[in-house]
């Protein structure tokens, strides 16, 4: 599935795990267990619905760290 969306998209990139480049969309072939990140200025509105409905899309997880004293109870 990739390889025809790299057809459609031949800005996008791939990888083994996503990149942290904000500005492209990352989503995940889960059955090739890669990721294509697409250019987001590349997408419309549409796209980005199909395409979250067939893949994962991953984004960036932002990291909550609690303080210790918390952490510990």
């Known amino acids: 599935m990739i390889k025809k969306l790299l057809q459609l998209y031949p800005d996008a990139i791939t990888g083994l795990k996503p990149n942290t480049d904000p500005q492209y969309t ?4 889960e059955i090739e267990d890669s990721y294509i990140g697409i250019p987001k200025a590349k997408l419309t509105k549409d796209e980005i619905t199909l395409l979250t409905t067939l893949f994962p899309l991953k984004q960036r997880q932002k990291i909550v760290r609690a303080p210790l004293a918390c952490a510990l109870l």
């Open 26 to 29: 990352w989503l995940k072939d």
